[in-house]
Structure formats: structure tokens, C-alpha cells
DNA sequence: AATGAATGAGTCTTCATTCAT
DNA sequence: AATGAATGAAGACTCATTCAT
């Protein structure tokens, strides 16, 4: 019970950390807030993270971790390099619809300068875009994609997944973000796959 | 001459925060510093702008006159709108290859929280996809563009793009943007037109 | 054995602390220091001492105790003043030889501010003193002294014998202290010029 | 003038910062009464001073300046080196007698543990001790002295005399020291004990 | 218009101390 | 008696902004 407390400290330091980072971005929260807002003293941060900093780090981590897991399990449920890139899409806003804060910490921090931050926020960027890199590059061996340089391709087409997210963040949240993954997914496929690629997919 | 000098300091400031800001990003750069690599006096500062925040609006102003001009003057030049699309992209990289220090702030400040900030912010992403979505709704009307959501479209072209400056920003501008053009347009026109535009384009 | 562990923990809180203080002084060891160098949990030393500037009173006194104890022995041992004032002036450089943890904290920390140190530094002098002034005294009546100011005297020998051992510690106790015993006693005993330097100073 | 007024305000600060270290010490003594007490703003004292370190060093700095300069000069108005040593003795309780503020510092905080501080005492004592030992080295020569261990000897008496200033200083400056310059003199010049002692000392 | 010394509100962080277990 | 997580008051330092010159 002792260390379920503890998670819990943890945890809810996190939690609102994570709101208030994307609510008023890193520089405009201040310690005080967070603890307060998750209902600590201002010392009991320091029990945890080694700075305010660090906190940021634990943040995006929290979010890399559990997305990260369920965009490679969803991923891995397909079987065709076509249907992977669209359970990938779909995932992806899936799970910014069902956590808008994470997303907005996601989107609105990952451009913030401290080192530490731009070190965290690159890592973040790495992992989406592996995931979408193994993807395409399955993709481009099944003849499912043109002539594409994987990275580029990859990297665009984070850009334009993360764009999507952005407007509906800045738009604060208030439509459905999941309403667009067919806009996104058609985005993808003819952005990047053959022609043909409808007949390949099909016979595959 | 007065004047001119004037006119000097204040262009002097703007590009100081410029590259301070994309260096360090907004809150890590001080307004003494500024005030140094600019070579003014601190106070020298707040007779031009009534605060920090009005100079990176300012910044933002400056980078958005000058490259939406030269944007809107080169998309003019063409006549279809493939080879506007085109040039838009081209004319896009090619602005941020030769101003590094404005592609920083550009994209590392672009998501800071403050209010003014993501005010200015929203604007400049406006402004750029303002122009997207005029030429693929005039691309709609003359068929080269799939049945598509055009302002869905031009935001994740837009963010297509982004990505590839931020990954040649990250990566410290070592490499040459413009040599990703084709990538670029290739996944633009691929991803948003119809597959037979190529003919299509050619009829025109 | 509870019981003596109890002593135990007392006795290793504050040979820890006794350790903590000499080296980084009391301002700059935290409780925390003390408690995990001692071995014990945090909130264990309040159940021995009722705040940290108790525990340094403790060091204090603990090394008063038994440093007083010894010197007073020794000088009871001896029959002439001159011989106490050796064998003093000896077992104190010996004492210090042997116990440079104590001697740090005795000579660095002496002279903090606090109100509660002051006092117990002030005591902790005031002892040495004591002793030095009893001799000087017998030394007094014996004739041994000249006519002397016995506490001016007292104190400044007291000085003398400070900064022997100051300059030992502040070597970092990199030599034998136990070495300046004849210089020490000398400087007593005889003062730092010739018996005869009446008629040679008159002579210059 | 502009120059006076800054000037004033170092001065201002270097001298409420003496009084302040030397009443409470160092540590008791906050950035914000230092300010206060100099008239100035809290951060006024970083424009100065890099930290409140930095000050304290600035305030031994001063004091040492100052001192040193006048003990040198006296010393050299004199010929022979038993009224070298005379003149320096009276002198050093000549000057803290004039600058209580100053002697209080020099003496309470001499011994605190920071680096800075412990480098900086160190600097101060050595500085005392070194025209010390230009004169019992001279001393040496003339045939004043007896046979001694200079440095040693330079220490003993630089410690008596920090004792006799300390002792006033730990009275609250109630009494005059300068009245303890012959119990100071004799001491160093005659030693303790008659010149005759070995003789008085043997017949015991 | 220009300067730059001065301001002082605001923040992160530390750490002695407490207290539920 | 012992623990160690939690507390929260306190303090050094920063920096955008002002204003007398």
C-alpha cells in the first residue's frame, strides 16, 4: 500500500505536469502550480524528479512508452504493409483523441529549445517515425510503394500526422480528431504507394 | 541619415532576436543579450518594442512579409496549378536553405505557448496554408486534385513540409534542403492528385 | 543489547557528524549527510537530538569531555609548573594527532555565528583556558612567570597553540603536528627572542 | 558624479555586508538584508557582486587592502627589528580597535568551510603572517631572536594575537584592546616566563 | 533617440523537521 | 525506537522593464 502511495505521488505529479505543460507550455508553469494542481508540497517534486526539467523528460517518456507500445502491438496485428500503415494512422489518432493532454504536450513542447527538451523531443519524433520507416520499407520490398526514399517519406509523413493533430489541438480539441484518419490515410497511400497499389494490396 | 539609422537599429534588433531566438529559442535568450548582439543599450530596445514578446511578434512579422511576398510572387508565375504546387514547394525549401536563422525560429519557436505567441504562431501557419489551399482549390476546379478536403490537405502538406526543414534544422542545416524537392513534390502530387495527372497536367 | 545499540546509534550519529562538520563545516552537512553516513534513517537523529545545531553542541561537548579529561590528567601527573605547562601544551598536539576529525571541527567551526555555537565555542575556549590559566597561575606564585596579565597570557598562548594545529589542518594534516611540540613549548617557556636580547637591542 | 554614485553603491554594499557577516555570520545573514541595509534593490547586489560569495570575498578583499597597506608602512617607518615587531603589534590592535565591523568578519568568519571562504582566509592569514616573518627573519639576522623556526614562530604569534582580538571581539568590543598591546609586545618579545627560568625552573 | 544602472517581483530548489506506519 | 516520505518555509539569483541623465 505503502508503494502504491508512492506510484500515486508519482503519477499524479506526472498527470499534472502533463496538463499544465500543455496547457501553458513549459516556462509558463511553475512548480508551485504543478504541485499544488497535483496536490503535494512544493518540495515533494524534488522527491521525485531531480528538476523541473526532468519532469518535463518523465512527461514525454510516460507518453512515448504507452503509445509507443500500442502503435508497434496494433501494427503487428496486420498483416499487409497496406493495412499496417492505416492501423498506424488510425492508432495514432486514436490515441490523441483519448489523450489530449498527452497531445498537446506532445505537439505544443516538442519544438521548445533547452537541450534536455530538444534531446527528449527528437527521441519522441525517432520512435514514431521507426515505427512508419519499418512500415515503408516492408512496404517498398511488397512492391506496395513507389520509388521512395524511406526516411523522407517517413518523415513527411509525420509531418503531415502531426499537423492534423496540431490543428485540432489548437482548435482545443473540440471536434473529432479520428473523423480525418480517412483524409490522412488516402493522404498516405497515394502519397506514397503505387498507382496500383490497390490490386497488389488485394492480391496480396 | 538619422533616420537610416534609426531604421538601422531597429532592423539590427529584429535580426539579433532572430538568430538568438532560433539559437536558444525565446526563453532562454535575454532581452541583454539581445540588446549586445545587436550592439544597443539595453534600454534601447523598448523604444522600439513595448516588450520581448512584441519583438518575437515582430521577428515573426519580418520572416512572414518576406517569404509570403516571394511566395505569392512566384506561385503568380506559373499558370497550372501542378506547376504551382510546384514552384510553391521549391520557392518553400529555398527560402529556408538561404535563411537558416529564420527557419529556426520559424519552426523551434513555432509552438511556444504563450498567448501572443501561439497567436503569432497560428498566423504564420495561416498565412502559409492560405496559400496551399488556393491553389489546390483552384487544382479541384481544373481536376488535378482527387476529390479531397482541401483545407485537410494543405495542412498536412503543410506539415509534410515542416518536417523536412525541421529534420534539416535538427540536423543543424548540414546538409542541402533543396535536394529534397523532389521528395517533396512528388509525395505532394502523388498524395493529393488524381493518378492520371501527370496527362492531365500536360493537357493543360 | 537494545540498549546498547541505542548508544550505539548515538555515538556513530555523532562521530558522523563530527566527521561531516570537520570536513565541509556545519552549514554546508546536511542532516541527510549525517544520517546516511551514520547509518541510520533520517528522523532517527531527532530522537536523539532535538535539532541539528543540538547535535553540534553534542560534538562539542563530546569532545570537550574528553579531551579536558585527558588534559587535566596529564597535568596533575606532573609537579612543577613548568613541567604541567610542557606536558600540556604536549598532550594538546598529541590529542589533536590523534583525533583530526575532532580537531577540524574544533578549530574550523569554532568560530560560526550561530548564537548556540558561539556559546558552546566560547566554553569550549573557555576550558582550555581554564587549564592553561591555573598553571600560569601556580607559575605566578612559584615565580616561574613574569609578572603577567595570567588571562592575557592564558589567551594568547591559547592563540599560539590554535594556530599550530590551524596550519596542520589547513595542510590538510599532511605532517606531525606532535613535531612542533619544542617550538611550541619554547614559545612558551622562552618567548621568541634571547633571554639577553635587552642588552642587544640596546646595542643596535 | 555618475561614477561617485557607483562607487557609493559598491562601497555601500561591501559595507553592510561587513557589518551583517561579522554580527551574524555569513550564512544567518540573507542577500535581502545585505540590500536592505545598503539602501539598494535585492538585485542590485548581482550587478556588483556575481554572488553573495563573491561579496564576502569582496569584503575580506577590502579589509585586507586596507590593513595590510598600513601594517607595511608602519613597519617600515621602524629600524630596528624589536621595534618593527613592536610597531606591528600595536598597529594590528590599533586598526581592529578603529574597525570593529572589519575584525569581527576577519575573525568569525575566518575559519568557515567553503573554499572560496577557506582560500580567501587563507589569503588573509598568510598576508599577516608573511610580514610576520619579513621581521623575525631580519630579527634572525640582527641576533634578536633566538635560534627559531621562523614560520612557525610567525604562526604562534599571528594566533596570540587573533586570540587577544578575539577575545575583545567576543565581548562585544566593551573594553579597549589597544591596552593590551604591551601584554601583546612582552609576550612576543620576552616569551611568558623570566628571562631567568631555566635556572628558577631547574632549582624547583 | 539613446543609455545602462537600478529595480523588485517571481522562481526554482534545498533541507531541517515532522509524523504515520 | 526506527523509518523515510512528505512538508513548506526560506533564500539565492534572474531578468524584463523603467527612468534619470
Known sequence: MARKRVGNKRVRIIAAAAKLFGDKGYHDTTTAEIAESAGVAAGTIYIYFSSKEELLVAVFEEFLGRHMERLRDGVQ??????????????LGLELMQNNPDSARIFLSQLRQSTKMITTVSKRS?????????EVLTEGTHT????EINVPAA????FGAYQSVVLDWVADGCSYI????????????LYGICRADHEEEGAAQ
Chains 1, 2, 3, 4 share one sequence.
Open 177 to 188: 480528431v479520428t473523423d480525418l484518419t480517412r483524409e490522412l490515410s488516402e493522404f498516405a
Open 154 to 157: 517517413a518523415s513527411m509523413l
Open 143 to 146: 512492391g506496395l510503394c513507389r
Open 125 to 133: 519524433s525517432r520512435a514514431y517515425k521507426d515505427i512508419i520507416e
Open 77 to 90: 496485428k496486420e498483416k499487409t504493409p497496406k493495412d499496417k500503415l492505416i492501423r498506424l494512422l488510425t
